[in-house]
């Protein structure tokens, strides 16, 4: 099993920028695929971006495509999601989440094993 603790979120105004990170538990962090997703009220939770487990092969939502980035550190048991030129309609919960069959990358929550408890972004117009 893993574990997964998101942090970083906050409060920013639109324009602005925010780095989020995923620490993950075990020594087997990279053998998993990892993804975030985000979760505004009212709204279904949404695929944002997603990395392979080497860290080669990266895939985004088209509605942060140019704006976000995500990495990860192996050796830190870290990914990360670095957010570039924050929109009022980012603000969500943001939950990190890990595919335990490693390889590429998924687009689709129901492909991941584990999920952390989420961090708020809010972004002011």
């Known amino acids: 099993q893993v574990q997964l603790v998101e942090s970083g979120g906050g409060l920013v105004q639109a324009g602005g920028s925010l780095r989020l990170s995923c620490a993950a538990s075990?020594?087997?962090?990279?053998?998993?695929?990892m993804g975030w997703f985000r979760q505004a009220p009212g709204k279904e939770r949404e695929f944002v971006a997603a990395?392979?487990?080497?860290?080669?092969?990266?895939a985004y939502a088209d509605s942060v495509k140019g704006r976000f980035t995500i990495s990860r550190d192996n050796a830190k048991n870290t990914v990360y999601l670095q957010m570039n030129s924050l929109k009022p309609e980012d603000t969500a919960i943001y939950y990190c989440?890990?595919?335990?069959?490693?390889?590429?990358?998924?687009?689709?929550?129901?492909?991941?094993?584990?999920w952390g408890r989420g961090t708020q972004v809010t972004v002011s117009s």
């Open positions: 989440a890990a595919n335990r069959l490693g390889g590429t990358y998924y687009r689709n929550s129901k492909d991941y094993d584990y």
């Open positions: 075990g020594r087997t962090f990279s053998n998993y695929a």
């Open positions: 990395i392979s487990m080497n860290g080669l092969t990266t």
